[in-house]
């Protein structure tokens, strides 16, 4: 098992910035592929970002593309998204997830494990 554990969410203006933290324990040399997921109030949960075990290979959910960036740094088991230029239609619930086996994580079915999740509120 892999525990994951967001932080850095918080309230924010338009057009500022926020950079989300996962920490990652337990059997972490499991993990491959991660990413990050929202969900909005009244929405279903959607991919925004993910990035490949070793960080060489990334995808970006095209509206959050050139604002945010996915990075990783596996001897300290934490994955980030930075986010910039933040519009209040990225307000959401932020979760971190991951998955075992090959390929890259962008379904939901395909995490083998999620976090608790962090709420990110943007102002107009």
């Known amino acids: 098992q892999v525990q994951l554990v967001e932080s850095g969410g918080g309230l924010v203006q338009a057009g500022g910035s926020l950079r989300l933290s996962c920490a990652a324990s337990g059997r972490t040399f499991a993990v491959s592929s991660m990413a990050w997921f929202r969900q909005a109030p009244g929405k279903e949960r959607e991919f925004v970002a993910a990035?490949?075990?070793?960080?060489?290979?990334?995808l970006y959910a095209d509206s959050v593309k050139g604002r945010f960036t996915i990075s990783r740094d596996n001897a300290k088991n934490t994955l980030w998204l930075q986010m910039n230029s933040l519009k209040p239609e990225d307000t959401a619930v932020y979760y971190c997830a991951a998955k075992w086996g090959p390929g890259r994580l962008t379904a939901l079915a395909d995490a083998d494990s999620w976090g608790q999740g962090t709420q990110v509120t943007v102002s107009s």
């Open positions: 990035i490949s075990k070793i960080g060489a290979s990334t």
